[in-house]
């Protein structure tokens, strides 16, 4: 008897392989919309709860275009070396920081996962982000009224900002001002940063002013902040330091 074409003869082994492709739904942790700095970067929060660890995390617009995978060869060239996943997915951690964030870069960007060939998609994983064209303002504590010459004098001035790994740096008006950088993490997906001198005064005529200046990512300057000293000069800095604590909560990429 003839067998039909393609049908295995009897008492021949076959060993045939299937890979399935399921996906999983789950709940993530990420803001409905954050704001970004063109030209600057942001970081979205993103985090997830799962009890088995989870091997690739992608980021992607709603159309499927991918904005961030870790073979580059998937990534759209619009994003190409300007996206990376912060922290471990291994600990639940689903960051994601756009760097030269452009104006129309503004989502909605969603994130989902793999682990061979199981897909799984977050509830609650799109964000859309806001484009600001210019830094926000810093804020100076005020200056004593009335100070004598010889007097010590201690100023600070802050700014909050979206790109912890390029925060701003200060600019004073006094000369020869060096400063440690540190941050308070606000929100989510805000930091402040704080710089505060310490300087000895000596008597004078008029007024003279005090001028902050936060100097963003890529060579973007906020608008100034100034406090006008009446009857002071500067005339030596005997001390600079930013003051601040580092607040990092335990990432749960």
């Known amino acids: 008897m003839v067998k039909p074409p393609g049908e295995v003869p009897e008492g021949v082994a076959t060993n045939i392989t299937c890979s399935v492709s399921y996906t999983s739904i789950l709940a993530a942790n990420v803001p409905f919309r954050i704001t970004g700095l063109t030209h600057s970067c942001v970081v979205i929060p993103c985090s997830f709860c799962y009890e088995r660890p989870l091997t690739r995390g992608i980021w992607s617009k ?8 870790n073979s580059q060869s998937n990534v759209l060239d619009h994003f190409k070396g300007r ?22 870069d503004n989502g909605p960007f969603c994130f989902h996962a793999e682990k061979g060939h199981e ?3 977050f509830n609650n994983s799109c964000v859309f982000i806001i484009m600001k064209a210019t830094p926000g303002k810093p804020v100076m504590s005020p200056l004593p009224k009335d100070v004598s010459a010889g007097s010590v004098i201690t100023v600070s001035c ?6 912890p790994s390029h925060p701003p740096e200060f600019s004073w008006s006094i000369p020869i001002l060096s400063s440690e950088v540190t941050h308070i993490m606000r929100t989510q997906d805000i930091w402040e940063i704080t710089s505060t001198i310490t300087f ?11 001028t902050c200046t936060a100097i963003f990512w890529r060579d973007k300057s906020s608008l100034p902040i100034s406090i006008p000293v009446s009857a002071l000069v500067l005339i030596a800095v005997i001390l600079a330091a930013v003051l601040g604590v580092i607040v990092c909560r335990k990432r749960s990429s």
Not at 95 to 104: H, Q, T
Not at 158 to 163: L, R
Not at 200 to 210: F, Q
């Open 62 to 69: 709603e159309s499927g275009d991918v904005i961030y995978h």
């Open 83 to 104: 996206t990376r996943l912060l922290g471990d997915l291994m600990e639940g951690n689903c960051s994601l920081e756009i760097d030269n964030i452009m104006p129309f």
């Open 119 to 121: 897909k799984y998609i």
């Open 158 to 163: 802050s700014v909050t900002h979206t790109c």
């Open 200 to 210: 000895m005064v000596a008597g004078g005529d008029g007024v003279k002013n005090l």
